[in-house]
């Protein structure tokens, strides 16, 4: 394994294709990550394009089940960054810019990641977003919007972790949200800079310091609201 791919935080799974790096820039220093969280997998050829909205899309059974979700999820923060950086906020600053654009590309290589690793007969199809009821143009309608799906990503992969059988899968998954949690701390010192929010007592439990898990039932219905395509958890493991 060369050293880009060790510094990914990623693992490439057999059968997966070789994974090319994007540029961390100014996160780390804001996130203090020591790993950006993965690497961008070049795009399947067989993908299918669809032109029209699925009248539900059932995420399945299993371990594989638990990866459409996960995949469902990182579509959706995907298309969420990719629509913020391609129109920025009325008076978003460098720095602002520079850091969504590294989250822009994290969720992109999570995204890509969940779609090379799962078989390409139980892979969902590609998630229609919902973003009609955020104000791209507003700073604090698109950081607080950013603020809620960092804080439910992190929740849902915590809550999924322990209906995951394949320790493979669980060790990925663990990689995956210990990012995604940076990324919640960052967007949270945004809007409050240089305070206790980026590991608030509305997040991290001040017993245990631990961050929440949520179950996908109690996950799905709000990540819903987001997406155009219907989506069911019903097949999904439970424990």
């Known amino acids: 394994m060369s050293k880009e791919q ?44 669809p032109t029209t909205v699925p009248s539900s899309v059932d995420l399945g059974m299993g371990d594989i089940g638990i990866l459409n979700y996960a995949y469902a999820l990182e579509q959706l923060e995907a298309a969420f960054y990719t629509q913020v950086i391609a129109t920025p906020f009325t008076g978003i600053t460098d720095a602002e810019k520079t850091l969504l654009t590294d989250i822009r590309d994290h969720e992109i290589i999570h995204r890509e990641f969940f779609k090379a690793a799962i078989p390409v007969a139980n892979r969902i199809t ?27 990503g992190v929740s849902a992969y915590n809550g999924a972790g322990r209906l995951i059988k394949d320790p493979n899968y669980l060790v990925l998954a663990g990689k995956i949200v210990s990012v995604e949690a940076r990324h919640a701390a960052a967007i949270r010192d945004l809007l409050n800079p240089k305070s206790a929010d980026f590991a608030g007592d509305d997040i991290v439990a001040p ?6 898990a949520t ?15 219907p989506l069911s958890g019903a097949n999904l493991p439970t424990a």
């Open 6 to 49: 060790k510094d990914s935080g990623l693992t490439m799974l057999p059968g997966q294709l070789e994974p090319v790096m994007v540029g961390r820039r100014l996160f780390l220093r804001y996130a203090g990550a020591a790993v950006a969280g993965g690497a961008v997998l070049a795009s399947c050829k067989d993908e299918e394009n």
């Open 126 to 152: 590609d998630l229609t977003p919902n973003f009609t009821g955020i104000n791209f143009g507003d700073r604090a309608s698109v950081l607080g919007t950013a603020k809620a799906f960092e804080d439910l």
């Open 207 to 212: 017993t245990t310091g631990l961050d929440p």
């Open 215 to 229: 179950k996908p039932a109690d996950v799905l219905p709000t990540a819903q609201k987001f997406v155009q395509t």
